[in-house]
C-alpha cells in the first residue's frame, strides 16, 4: 500500500544538490525497475549535519551490511 507523507529537512546549503540528486536517482531507478546501490557521502567531522522531521510514524530498521546499507526488497 503506497502512503504519502513529508520529510522536513535542515542542512547546509551545499549539501542540498548532492541530497536532491540521490532522491531523484532512487526515483529514476524505481521508474526503471532497477536494482542499484545509491549512497551519499557525509563527512560527520565536516558540516554534514541534517536534521530531519517526518510527518510519519516509523520503526528503525537495523542495516544489513556494513552498518550503513538498507535493502527492502
Request: with cysteine; net charge negative; aromatic share 10%.
Amino acid at each position: 500500500m503506497k502512503k504519502k507523507f513529508t520529510i522536513e529537512v535542515e542542512m547546509e546549503e551545499r549539501w542540498i544538490d548532492c541530497f536532491m540528486s540521490m532522491l531523484n536517482k532512487m526515483e529514476h531507478l524505481g521508474n526503471l525497475g532497477a536494482s542499484r546501490d545509491v549512497s551519499i557521502y557525509s563527512d560527520g567531522d565536516g558540516d554534514f549535519r541534517p536534521k530531519f522531521k517526518a510527518d510519519v510514524d516509523w520503526e528503525k530498521v537495523e542495516s544489513d551490511i556494513e552498518d550503513n546499507h538498507y535493502d527492502a526488497g
